[in-house]
């Protein structure tokens, strides 16, 4: 990280990453999940997909379901090259500071009228989840990434925060609220295709309502110190990885050894 | 911001506020916070520390499948054996140790991360552990935070199968060292040489509950084996100690158990969440 990276983060809580994954992966994860969107929950389960709905969007009755979360990593293909992305991978490293996991990976569809509501910052209750700093070095216990796979404006639903908010000493008032662009303490992301947003899952985040027609895709990937477990399913993976996955792969997939330190 | 509808969530299941739980008085909250353990007197009955004690002898001549026994210089090590059953089972659950627990980690979101039985023999060598923001292991975080809510990451409770004072196989700490700023500087140094270490003086049944980023060590014992158990729990989402994974054995035998059930439970983040909680196995 350069030094206006580092007090960025630590100042705000998040980093914007312009053109972090190519328009050639991007365009392959978006064909596969054209293909993956033409399956019923029934063949998608079969498949190893299970498909968390958000149904939401009661002003958009023709629009049902709003939007859902999927273990998309069990599909394989394109989706794993994400797992060590080098654009992304050296801040992770920077932000938690000692060995750590993959423990979530998921695919986020957002469609018209849906939105996710603001949730943690004031986080230092929630544990999985702190933001930490000690000896001039980030000891972070929770990092994400949202990759967007689609340009996604204000209007479109983009990623929003509350900047600063991880290190709020108060209860969070905004906690389950939609996230108002007008409100001076909220920053709306607006990304295109391929661009990331790194945060700390201490920020107080969630995502404006999409009022356009246009379907919101994102990609969460999560990052924690080896000893904490991964997220169920989110780190399933398919037939093969094994075989195919570089040892870096392997090792944030399987995560290091959990209490090697002592 | 306009706020949505939202259902009512039970407090234990909020994540961003406390658990409001409270067990401990408020001089044990205010003694833990500034000593970083606790300890309990007879938390187990003379019976209770025969049973225990034949156990774990039992078991270190013929361990279960589900118990790994660890052997070091004059000393054994039996990792998992909760897995024994009978009162080395049923002690996880103590209203005395269970209480505590939850209040210092996460209320009811704590699992047992590992469980061991220890044979010291005289000889045995133990250094101090490192403590506060000294502890290279980010795992034993010690938290507290606004209105006293803890949020201690690993936890121990050892309870002490032989009467141990005066130095002769004792357990020792430094007190508050779980906030110290500095490595202690006595890596290299015996432990009888360390002025600040401080004996805690346990009878056989009596137990100590301590925050694992507290710089602590057990002595060796002078003429005979001393025996001890050693609980570990953390937050939900903290992994088992290697080796210490609950067998499906014991899971099964344990279903009447709610508490017994969600101690030995796989690890978690979100209890309410049935999108995971469906999709773990």
Known sequence: ???????????????????????????????????????????????????????????????????????????????????????????????????????????????QGCRTVFHHGYAELLPYSEFAVEEGEFKCVSVKIAYALRDVSVEEGCFAVIPGSHKSNFDNPFEGMNPDKNHPLVEPCPCKAGDAVIFTEDLTHGSMINQSKKTRRTLFISYAPAFQSPWGKLVDTADGFEERATSRQLELIRGPSPFAIV | MEKKTK??????????????????????????????????????????????????????????????????????????????????????????????????????QVRLVASRGLIKEPGSI?????????????????????????????????????????????????????????????????????????????????????????????????????????YQYGPSYMLSWPGCEASKELRTRTMDSEIKTRLLKTPYYHPWDYYYKDIVN
């Open chain 2, 126 to 230: 133990e250094t101090l552990t490192q403590g506060g923001k000294a502890d290279p292991r980010r795992y034993t975080k010690y938290r507290c935070f606004v209105e006293g809510e803890f949020r201690c990451l690993m936890t121990t409770c050892l309870i002490a199968l032989n009467n141990c004072s005066n130095g002769n196989g004792t357990f020792c700490i430094i007190p508050a060292s779980h906030k110290s700023n500095f490595p202690h500087p006595y890596s290299n140094t015996s432990l009888e040489s360390v002025s600040v270490l401080k004996d805690i003086a346990l009878k056989a049944g009596d137990a100590i509950i301590f925050s694992e980023n507290l710089s602590h060590a057990i002595k060796s014992p002078i003429n005979e084996k001393y025996l001890w158990l050693s």
């Open chain 2, 7 to 108: 259902k009512k969530v039970p407090r234990l299941l909020k994540l961003q506020t406390g658990t409001g739980e409270r067990h401990l008085s408020d001089e044990e909250r205010h003694f833990f916070d500034i000593k970083g353990y606790l300890v309990m007197e007879n938390f187990f009955v003379p019976n209770q520390v025969n049973e225990a004690r034949e156990a774990i002898q039992d078991m270190a001549k013929k361990p279960s499948a589900n118990i790994t026994i660890e052997r070091k210089d004059y000393e054994l090590e039996l990792l998992n054996i909760v897995e024994a059953g009978g009162i080395l089972e049923d002690a996880i659950i103590f209203k005395r140790l269970l209480q505590p627990m939850e209040e210092i980690i996460w209320g009811s």
């Open chain 1, 1 to 111: 990280m350069t030094p206006e990276e580092r007090y960025l983060f630590d100042l705000q809580g998040f980093l914007f990453i312009p053109e972090a994954i190519s328009k050639d992966l991007v365009q392959q994860m978006n064909d596969d999940i054209d293909q993956m969107e033409s399956l019923n929950d029934e063949e998608a389960n079969k498949l190893g997909l299970y498909r968390k709905y958000h149904n939401n969007n009661k002003d958009h009755p023709g629009h049902n379901p709003s939007g859902y979360d999927c273990n998309i990593l069990s599909r394989g293909g394109p989706f794993e090259a994400l797992i060590d992305c080098p654009r992304t991978l050296p801040y992770i490293d920077s932000m938690i500071n000692e060995p750590f996991r993959l423990d979530g990976y998921m695919f986020m569809i957002r469609n």
